[in-house]
């Protein structure tokens, strides 16, 4: 089984590659399967996919939302424009997420460490740490023969800077580099494997402010961030690079206090791949160069990242299907115990993962711990599956400037 979830995800290299008879439905907007005229899944397909597993138990437990939540330090992953409007002079966090469990596999995790400090009123600077280990793997060539065993794992590094730009106004610039090493040394036939190496960046804007009058406020929060902005990677070289998960989030918040010791926050969220629409071997548009490799896999990086609003073969119906939305909900008593649920959703040709979260939150002091569990709601099962994940996070130096809305 660890095999085979490896060939899961390293074969995206060459799903491309695969000989399908399937053609474009005008009609029903989709492909169909030439065998059976039913349409088929068009999933979009990336490298380094692990940067878009949500590291954080707290908005894991929302459907893994996180644009637009209130700060804390997992914002490096979300939109770490978040971090300038933070209460706190530092904050620190660390998850771990098992992966597989559901299948009784206990070497395939997920570490993620994140942190904060402020660095005056209006400008944070973060840092996070990813550490994604895919367990043993045992490796065997084409004819089922033994070829020893491995330990898979990527890497990602993010620093980030926040700053103000109004009272109720943020932006966030992020640097990282991001190191994947599958099979280092292997061969596929006779081309050798090695690490796929990528820099990148990732953008982001937060709005927030207070709605009605003074005493007990409501706040509206809003957020965009494009992340993952990175060189395409390969892991043979020589080979057509592919794109990595540059990713559009857009979302909303609405945090309502209702007396003291209750407050309640509803998040909705979206988001979409900024990556091209695959289009499958046997469609007349797959390679029109006659190179024996996909030409939405050839195109130059900005091309296809912002390309990636209007490429999809049944155009702006099949834009929407690409599109990943999320509910999320929060209840805080006396800010210091709170219980979340969240929706996740994804159209059924595009990947098809729908699931419950739900959670729950201890803050005391300057200590915190979030859990998160998960429920699929298909048969497509997410290797979080019935897995229970937890966040602690440490807030320090609780007098911090508040923010110019707050005065």
Same mark, same amino acid.
Request: glycine fraction near 10%; aromatic fraction near 14%; charged fraction near 20%.
């Given at each position: 089984?660890?095999?085979?979830?490896?060939?899961?995800?390293?074969?995206?290299?060459?799903?491309?590659?695969?000989?399908?008879?399937?053609?474009?439905?005008?009609?029903?907007?989709?492909?169909?399967?030439?065998?059976?005229?039913?349409?088929?899944?068009?999933?979009?397909?990336?490298?380094?996919?692990?940067?878009?597993?949500?590291?954080?138990?707290?908005?894991?437990?929302?459907?893994?939302?996180?644009?637009?939540?209130?700060?804390?330090?997992?914002?490096?992953?979300?939109?770490?424009?978040?971090?300038?409007?933070?209460?706190?002079?530092?904050?620190?966090?660390?998850?771990?997420?098992?992966?597989?469990?559901?299948?009784?596999?206990?070497?395939?995790?997920?570490?993620?460490?994140?942190?904060?400090?402020?660095?005056?009123?209006?400008?944070?600077?973060?840092?996070?740490?990813?550490?994604?280990?895919?367990?043993?793997? /045992? $490796?065997?060539?084409? #004819?089922?023969?033994?070829?020893? =065993?491995?330990?898979? @794992?990527?890497?990602? !590094? %993010?620093?980030?800077?926040?700053?103000?730009?109004?009272?109720?106004?943020?932006?966030?610039?992020?640097?990282?580099?991001?190191?994947?090493?599958?099979?280092?040394?292997?061969?596929?036939?006779?081309?050798?494997?090695?690490?796929?190496?990528?820099?990148?960046?990732?953008?982001?804007?937060?709005?927030?402010?207070?709605?009605?009058?003074?005493?007990?406020?409501?706040?509206?929060?809003?957020?965009?961030?494009?992340?993952?902005?990175?060189?395409?990677?390969?892991?043979?070289?020589?080979?057509?690079? /592919? $794109?990595?998960?540059? #990713?559009?989030?857009?979302?909303? =918040?609405?945090?309502? @206090?209702?007396?003291? !010791? %209750?407050?309640?926050?509803?998040?909705?969220?979206?988001?979409?791949?900024?990556?091209?629409?695959?289009?499958?071997?046997?469609?007349?548009?797959?390679?029109?160069?006659?190179?024996?490799?996909?030409?939405?896999?050839?195109?130059?990086?900005?091309?296809?990242?912002?390309?990636?609003?209007?490429?999809?073969?049944?155009?702006?119906?099949?834009?929407?299907?690409?599109?990943?939305?999320?509910?999320?909900?929060?209840?805080?008593?006396?800010?210091?115990?709170?219980?979340?649920?969240?929706?996740?959703?994804?159209?059924?040709?595009?990947?098809?993962?729908?699931?419950? =979260?739900?959670?729950?939150?201890?803050?005391?002091?300057?200590?915190?711990?979030?859990?998160?569990?998960?429920?699929?709601?298909?048969?497509?099962?997410?290797?979080?599956?019935?897995?229970?994940?937890?966040?602690?996070?440490?807030?320090?130096?609780?007098?911090?400037?508040?923010?110019?809305?707050?005065?």
């Amino acid at each position: 089984m660890r095999f085979l979830y490896f060939l899961i995800v390293f074969g995206f290299a060459w799903s491309s590659l695969l000989g399908q008879n399937y053609k474009f439905d005008v009609t029903r907007k989709c492909f169909v399967d030439g065998a059976t005229n039913e349409c088929v899944s068009n999933t979009i397909l990336t490298a380094l996919p692990f940067l878009r597993i949500s590291p954080d138990a707290r908005g894991g437990a929302m459907g893994d939302a996180g644009v637009s939540l209130t700060t804390d330090p997992n914002a490096m992953h979300y939109n770490a424009a978040r971090l300038a409007f933070a209460e706190d002079n530092l904050g620190l966090a660390a998850t771990y997420s098992p992966w597989l469990r559901n299948l009784g596999i206990d070497d395939i995790y997920m570490v993620y460490l994140s942190g904060y400090t402020k660095i005056d009123k209006t400008q944070a600077a973060g840092m996070a740490i990813r550490y994604f280990s895919l367990g043993s793997i /045992d $490796f065997r060539d084409d #004819n089922g023969n033994d070829l020893g =065993t491995g330990r898979p @794992n990527e890497f990602e !590094f %993010n620093a980030a800077y926040a700053r103000k730009l109004s009272p109720v106004l943020s932006g966030s610039l992020s640097a990282k580099f991001v190191y994947s090493n599958l099979a280092s040394g292997r061969f596929v036939q006779a081309n050798q494997i090695s690490s796929a190496r990528s820099f990148g960046a990732d953008i982001g804007v937060f709005y927030r402010n207070k709605l009605g009058q003074s005493g007990r406020r409501n706040y509206l929060n809003a957020g965009l961030a494009i992340t993952n902005i990175g060189s395409k990677v390969t892991y043979i070289k020589g080979l057509v690079k /592919d $794109f990595i998960p540059t #990713n559009l989030g857009l979302g909303a =918040t609405y945090e309502m @206090n209702f007396d003291d !010791f %209750n407050s309640f926050s509803v998040t909705a969220e979206i988001n979409k791949l900024m990556v091209p629409t695959p289009i499958p071997q046997g469609d007349p548009k797959f390679d029109v160069d006659s190179n024996k490799v996909a030409d939405y896999r050839e195109k130059p990086l900005f091309e296809g990242i912002f390309g990636s609003f209007s490429d999809a073969p049944g155009g702006f119906t099949e834009e929407l299907q690409e599109l990943m939305w999320t509910i999320g909900l929060e209840y805080w008593y006396d800010k210091q115990f709170a219980v979340r649920a969240g929706y996740f959703h994804e159209h059924v040709l595009k990947g098809d993962r729908k699931f419950l =979260t739900m959670g729950c939150g201890i803050k005391y002091n300057i200590f915190g711990i979030n859990l998160s569990y998960l429920v699929p709601t298909t048969n497509n099962r997410s290797p979080l599956a019935n897995t229970l994940r937890f966040s602690i996070i440490f807030d320090l130096n609780n007098k911090a400037p508040q923010s110019n809305i707050e005065e």
